[in-house]
């Protein structure tokens, strides 16, 4: 009986634990139910989904940023403006 319930018991928090997780701060994340985006931008801290099979949480570094700037200019020795190309 006591081999029973400590299967059980381990059962239970091996479920609970596949059903919380964690982003980061400086990542978001999207929910993913059967290939189906089912939240998008999740905000850092601790959040629950159902188990594995039926969600994914998949998370995503926001702090890759991309920039576009316009191209410096510059001075030639004549005295004209020029601009990369």
Do not use: Y
């Amino acid at each position: 009986m006591r081999l029973m319930t400590a299967i059980v018991a381990v059962l239970i928090v091996l479920f609970v634990s596949t059903c919380g997780f964690v982003v980061n701060e400086g990542q978001s994340a999207i929910l993913v139910q059967f290939g189906r985006i089912v939240e998008a931008g999740v905000k850092p801290g601790l959040h629950f989904k159902l188990p594995t099979p039926f969600q994914q949480a998949l998370r995503f570094d926001r702090r890759i940023l991309t920039l576009e700037s316009a191209p410096e200019r510059w001075t030639t020795s004549e005295r004209k403006s020029k601009v990369p190309t």
